[in-house]
């Protein structure tokens, strides 16, 4: 590990650089997208608070008091929106599992109004608050929800599960997220403040890494974590999926896996595959 060399950072998170064709994996996230959009019952653009990009998406189940999975998009913070993902949900839906995928501001934002990961985190607390106190209005059982994410929404996924829910609102449930599971997941942010392409977007500050690094956190003291990472992904993206196993332990985090051949596009696209071991994965945490 090099985390004084930029170039060698700048190799091991820059994942645009190293997967080529990106570009066909993004256009065609946002065609299927679109097109689960017009299949699907979905209630659009719904508030969960009055901040930048405080909207979510709902997939309703087919069947009334449905597990719920709640997916959040990655982009290093900083990119992509939730309309780029609608497409994990007709599989889900298909399960018979209600969907909720949220939008969050991305950094560094305007400067009157700048955006921070500390910031990020906080709208996805919102977010789930929101869908613990409205989803039954649309079929989702409030007590079966299980956080899944990618990339920096694999960060925001760990993270939700180890929130402290009574300190958000004393009505909460102290477990509001049962589960998560965290797609090609990020729990140390210390490096990406010195990687060139993020350091003055994310623009992290200590204070900030401390506060929104899971693996310098204590295990959370319920739920399970399924860690996953893509085997053709750098070697930084897998030492992150074996940290916060390292940092939590095998109780808190049972499953710790290199899925083979996956790389940090195509591991989005098996997650939304019923066929596929890491969408088993996550219907075994919605059954739980």
């Known amino acids: 590990m090099a985390f004084d060399d930029p170039a060698w950072l700048e190799g091991m998170y820059n994942n645009l650089a190293r997967v080529k064709d990106h570009p066909a994996y993004l256009g065609r996230w946002t065609r299927d997208s679109a097109a689960a959009r017009d299949a699907l019952s979905g209630r659009l653009d719904l508030p969960y608070g009055g901040g930048p990009n405080e909207t979510l998406d709902v997939f309703p189940a087919p069947v009334p008091d449905a597990p719920v999975l709640v997916f959040i998009h990655g982009g290093y913070w900083r990119a992509l929106d939730k309309s780029d993902h609608s497409f994990v949900a007709p599989a889900l839906n298909d399960r018979g599992v209600c969907v909720v995928v ?27 608050q929101w869908t613990w106190r409205h989803i039954a209005a649309y079929g989702g059982d409030p007590s079966r929800i299980t956080v899944a994410g990618h990339s920096a929404g694999g960060h925001m996924a760990a993270a939700l599960l180890a929130c402290d829910w009574k300190a958000v609102a004393p009505d909460l449930p102290a477990q509001l997220a049962r589960n998560a599971l965290s797609i090609s997941g990020l729990y140390d942010l210390r490096p990406l403040q010195r990687t060139p392409f993020l350091e003055h977007v994310l623009r992290l500050s200590d204070a900030d890494v401390l506060r929104a690094s899971p693996v310098l956190w204590p295990a959370p003291p319920r739920g399970q974590l399924y860690a996953v990472a893509g085997g053709d992904e750098s070697e930084e993206f897998i030492r992150h999926n074996a940290s916060i196993r390292a940092a939590w332990g095998r109780n808190t985090v049972p499953v710790c896996e290199v899925l083979p051949g996956l790389h940090h596009f195509s591991i989005v696209d098996a997650f939304a595959d019923p066929a596929h071991a890491l969408h088993r994965y996550a219907v075994q945490l919605l059954e739980a």
């Open 102 to 128: 949220p939008n969050y501001a991305l950094c560094p934002g305007p400067a009157e109004r700048p955006v921070s990961v500390p910031h990020i985190l906080l709208q996805m607390v919102r977010a789930l």
